[in-house]
C-alpha cells in the first residue's frame, strides 16, 4: 500500500498538470494560443521533463477544444 504522503504527491502533480492544461485550453479558446514546439534536444538527447509536460498538455488542450467545437457544430 502506497503511503500518504506518495499519494498527496500525486496528487499534487495531477492537480498541477490539470491546472496546466486548462490554462491552455483559455489560451486556444480564446485565440491568444502560441503553438508550442521546443527545440529539437541536440546530440540525440531528451526533452527535457518540462518540455515533455507542456507539450502533452498542449495536446490534450487541443483535444478538449476540437471535441467543443465538434459538439457546438452538431448542436447547430
Do not use: W
Not at 500525486?10 to 502560441?34: W, Y
Not at 521546443?38 to 490534450?60: C, N, V
Amino acid at each position: 500500500m502506497e503511503s500518504l504522503a506518495n499519494l498527496y504527491n500525486k496528487e499534487m502533480i495531477q492537480e498541477k498538470f490539470g491546472t496546466l492544461v486548462a490554462a491552455r485550453v483559455n489560451d486556444i479558446l480564446a485565440g491568444t494560443a502560441v503553438e508550442y514546439k521546443p527545440e529539437p534536444p541536440a546530440g540525440g538527447a531528451f526533452h527535457t521533463k518540462a518540455q515533455e509536460d507542456m507539450m502533452f498538455a498542449d495536446r490534450i488542450a487541443r483535444i478538449v477544444c476540437a471535441t467543443l467545437n465538434q459538439r457546438e457544430e452538431s448542436s447547430e
